[in-house]
């Protein structure tokens, strides 16, 4: 290949052309609609290629990848199959690779056969992996192998830390003997047995399991202690557990139990037969339905409001439906006590899902009650619309919106209920209804 700016008869010599492609970094771009899992797998991308560099791109967020995206940007795609929207990572990866060159592909899944495999490589994926078999060696080799040995050399690669060894051991150690699990509910068995993984994020696994007492269903959210790089996430989960085992109220989900061990965490929580209302969203609500949903989330909201507890992280996906159809939210793992005098992040900070997340959360101030009023805005928004009120092609650039931009409207039909949207997703705190009895009163003259 000719030096650029040179004489075309001059050419660089091989061990100079190995030598400039190993100083361009490999740049892989992550699909995924979950931020916590796109997170973890750039943390184990960088434990073994250090040289890498990783863009985090959410379909949910984000929407779909144009005609004019530029895949020539990316050595390597890692796309999620169960994407959302009506499609999967399979379509877009034909759609994708109909339109022109892209890059090298590995089909991430959190369920699948040798079927789905099989047909992930005939359709152009050149790897296929279930997440729960995800660990740092593995999908680190998968890159390489992805892209040839030959890319890379002893200072882009490095030995996988050992996934057995438990760091801040003593730190953990105290935390566990300082939590003790209380006894399970209604005197049951604590011993499960799993059916199949039905999530993952960064630090955690849940599970659909039995219980072995009676043999009902639940959920368990497992966390490996042994994989754990930040004491905060052991003490997160604590609370987590801590947060719902004292919550009872039919608008919340129900905790069973929980155990802390020095090699693994669970909590025990009631399953939700019916899904979660981003799948009800996806597939469309009237407005009869809608504002049920947004009363009976006012409802959750109200009871731990009044326990002293800010959820944080409310959205679609964490409101979840029993087989009776009632409504519950979900999800506590970074709720927090009105009352706590510590929070377990650096201040400053962001918590939360960009789409839903207050301006005061965006801009990493103290947060009340009047947070996850904001967050219910945007879902009476979505569920009305059928969009989001917001969108951008970054995180950043979504959270200025929320901090900034004008409200927008509802499609005509439904305009009459603009000043209830614009209540709930006033920029400021005290703007908003103060509480979620407020809402609830709302509704009712409604």
């Given at each position: 290949?000719?030096?650029?700016?040179?004489?075309?008869?001059?050419?660089?010599?091989?061990?100079?052309?190995?030598?400039?492609?190993?100083?361009?970094?490999?740049?892989?771009?992550?699909?995924?609609?979950?931020?916590?899992?796109?997170?973890?797998?750039?943390?184990?991308?960088?434990?073994?290629?250090?040289?890498i560099?990783?863009?985090?791109?959410?379909?949910?967020?984000?929407?779909?990848?144009?005609?004019?995206?530029?895949?020539?940007?990316?050595?390597?795609?890692?796309?999620?199959?169960?994407?959302?929207?009506?499609?999967?990572?399979?379509?877009?990866?034909?759609?994708?690779?109909?339109?022109?060159p892209?890059?090298?592909?590995?089909?991430?899944?959190?369920?699948?056969?040798d079927?789905?495999?099989?047909?992930?490589?005939?359709?152009?994926?050149?790897?296929?992996?279930?997440?729960?078999?995800?660990?740092?060696?593995?999908?680190g080799?998968?890159v390489?192998?992805?892209?040839?040995?030959?890319?890379?050399?002893?200072?882009?690669?490095?030995?996988?830390?050992?996934?057995?060894?438990?760091?801040?051991?003593?730190?953990?150690?105290?935390?566990?003997?300082?939590?003790?699990?209380?006894?399970?509910?209604?005197?049951?068995s604590?011993?499960?047995?799993?059916?199949?993984?039905?999530?993952?994020?960064?630090?955690?696994?849940?599970?659909?399991?039995e219980?072995?007492?009676?043999g009902?269903?639940?959920?368990?959210?497992?966390?490996?202690?042994?994989?754990?790089?930040?004491?905060?996430?052991?003490?997160?989960?604590?609370?987590?557990?801590?947060?719902?085992?004292?919550?009872?109220?039919?608008?919340?989900?129900?905790?069973?139990?929980?155990?802390?061990?020095?090699?693994?965490?669970?909590?025990?929580?009631?399953?939700?037969?019916?899904?979660d209302?981003?799948?009800?969203?996806?597939?469309?609500?009237?407005?009869?339905?809608?504002?049920?949903?947004l009363?009976?989330?006012?409802?959750?909201?109200?009871?731990?409001?009044?326990?002293?507890?800010?959820?944080?992280?409310?959205?679609?996906?964490?409101?979840?439906?029993?087989?009776?159809?009632?409504?519950?939210?979900?999800?506590?793992?970074?709720?927090?006590?009105?009352?706590?005098?510590?929070?377990?992040?650096?201040?400053?900070?962001?918590?939360?899902?960009?789409?839903?997340?207050?301006?005061?959360?965006?801009?990493?101030?103290?947060?009340?009650?009047?947070?996850?009023?904001?967050?219910?805005?945007?879902?009476?928004?979505?569920?009305?619309?059928?969009?989001?009120?917001?969108?951008?092609?970054?995180?950043?650039?979504?959270?200025?919106?929320?901090?900034?931009?004008?409200?927008?409207?509802?499609p005509?039909?439904?305009?009459?209920?603009?000043?209830?949207?614009?209540?709930?997703?006033?920029?400021?705190?005290?703007?908003?209804?103060?509480?979620a009895?407020?809402?609830?009163?709302?509704?009712?003259?409604?």
């Open positions: 290949m000719p030096i650029r700016g040179a004489s075309p008869a001059v050419a660089a010599s091989p061990v100079e052309s190995a030598g400039k492609r190993r100083e361009r970094p490999v740049r892989a771009i992550i699909i995924d609609d979950s931020r916590e899992y796109m997170a973890m797998l750039r943390r184990m991308l960088a434990d073994t290629l250090p040289r560099e990783v863009t985090e791109y959410d379909p949910d967020q984000q929407g779909k990848p144009g005609a004019g995206f530029d895949w020539s940007a990316y050595d390597i795609v890692l796309l999620d199959h169960q994407i959302g929207g009506g499609e999967t990572g399979l379509d877009w990866l034909v759609e994708f690779r109909g339109r022109g892209f890059p090298p592909t590995i089909l991430m899944t959190a369920s699948g056969d079927y789905l495999a099989a047909r992930a490589i005939k359709l152009g994926a050149c790897d296929y992996i279930r997440k729960r078999d995800v660990t740092t060696a593995r999908i080799a998968m390489i192998a992805a892209l040839g040995a030959e890319r890379f050399d002893e200072t882009t690669v490095r030995e996988a830390p050992s996934e057995r060894e438990a760091p801040h051991l003593l730190v953990l150690q105290k935390l566990i003997a300082a939590h003790p699990p209380p006894a399970a509910v209604g005197g049951q604590s011993g499960y047995r799993f059916v199949r993984l039905i999530g993952q994020g960064a630090s955690s696994r849940v599970y659909l399991a219980r072995i007492g009676d009902s269903s639940l959920v368990l959210k497992v966390i490996d202690i042994t994989d754990v790089q930040d004491v905060q996430v052991v003490e997160r989960f604590i609370r987590e557990a801590e947060i719902v085992s004292h919550l009872h109220n039919p608008y919340v989900v129900r905790f069973f139990d929980y155990g802390l061990t020095e090699t693994y965490g669970y909590i025990a929580m009631e399953f939700f037969a019916r899904g209302l981003k799948q009800r969203i996806e597939r469309g609500a009237d407005v009869d339905d809608a504002l049920n949903y009363r009976h989330i006012a409802y959750g909201l109200d009871a731990i409001h009044r326990a002293g507890i800010v959820h944080r992280d409310l959205k679609p996906g964490n409101i979840m439906f029993r087989g009776d159809d009632s409504l519950a939210l979900a999800d506590f793992g970074i709720a927090r006590r009105l009352d706590q005098s510590s929070e377990l992040t650096n201040h400053g900070s962001v918590l939360g899902t960009p789409n839903y997340l207050s301006p005061e959360q965006a801009l990493g101030e103290p947060v009340d009650a009047r947070a996850d009023l904001y967050s219910t805005g945007v879902i009476l928004f979505e569920m009305l619309a059928a969009r989001k009120p917001f969108r951008a092609e970054s995180a950043a650039a979504l959270v200025f919106q929320h901090v900034h931009a004008e409200i927008p409207a509802l005509a039909p439904r305009r009459a209920f603009q000043p209830l949207v614009e209540r709930l997703l006033a920029k400021r705190p005290r703007d908003r209804c103060q509480s009895r407020e809402l609830i009163a709302l509704l009712e003259a409604l």
